[in-house]
């Protein structure tokens, strides 16, 4: 049996991180169950797992088959292959979600950040290379996470200093924008621009107003 410090409830499920506020719980061994217990919840873990099994194996068919509609009728795009992107991206996010790994939901933000970008230059490469994927689609991206970031630190307010590794990350993402913009690859650089300036900004308030706290995260994460 496991207890988060933070939120102030028994787990019983086999984890090492608190799966509200993914703080590293204390093992007490022989503590009985209380009102505040967080419920086993791996048997609907397991259901959801067979679930994205039938998924895959339906994708997989239905893949096969809009490969060989798209040879059939082939007008110069491969259509079937954003449709089995599309396919693949669906059962990466799912199987992602219920991994039996302690993946927090911080990492697993970052990680759907980055298959999204893929997924749509993916989609921009295979329709004729235009660029918006690198030059619209990633800083939106970006910029939709750190949304996202500002109202999981407002609604975890009890361990908002966890998000500032997502925020650090976020600023990385929006630089490589800077830099492909100067290799040619980004013709329009506004809303990168845009995007590494909102994530630099978010970083900053952060550091300002959470002060000790945040300074004390930064210490414990990158040893500043």
């Given at each position: 049996?496991?207890?988060?410090?933070?939120?102030?409830?028994?787990?019983?499920?086999?984890?090492?991180?608190?799966?509200?506020?993914?703080?590293?719980?204390?093992?007490?061994?022989?503590?009985?169950?209380?009102?505040?217990?967080?419920?086993?919840?791996?048997?609907?873990?397991?259901?959801?797992?067979?679930?994205?099994?039938?998924?895959?194996?339906?994708?997989?068919?239905l893949e096969i088959a809009l490969v060989v509609v798209n040879s059939l009728t082939f007008s110069g795009t491969w259509w079937s292959v954003i449709c089995g992107a599309a396919f693949l991206f669906l059962f990466f996010t799912l199987s992602f979600s219920v991994s039996n790994h302690n993946y927090g939901h911080i990492l697993k933000i970052a990680v759907e950040a980055v298959v999204i970008v893929l997924f749509t230059l993916l989609v921009d490469v295979i329709i004729g290379y235009r660029g918006w994927s690198l030059t619209y689609a990633m800083p939106s991206v970006i910029i939709m996470v750190d949304i996202a970031i500002i109202v999981l630190m407002i609604a975890n307010n009890l361990n908002w200093q966890s998000y500032i590794s997502l925020q650090l990350t976020m600023i990385g993402f929006s630089a490589v924008g800077i830099v492909l913009f100067y290799v040619g690859l980004v013709k329009k650089p506004l809303l990168t621009f845009i995007s590494l300036l909102f994530s630099l900004l978010l970083f900053l308030g952060t550091v300002l107003i959470g002060d000790r706290r945040a300074k004390t995260e930064l210490k414990r994460r990158f040893h500043v």
């Open positions: 049996m496991s207890r988060c410090k933070q939120c102030k409830i028994q787990i019983a499920d086999h984890t090492m991180v608190c799966p509200l506020c993914n703080s590293v719980l204390e093992v007490k061994e022989g503590e009985e169950e209380g009102r505040d217990m967080y419920p086993d919840v791996r048997l609907r873990t397991r259901m959801f797992q067979i679930v994205v099994r039938v998924y895959f194996v339906a994708a997989v068919l």
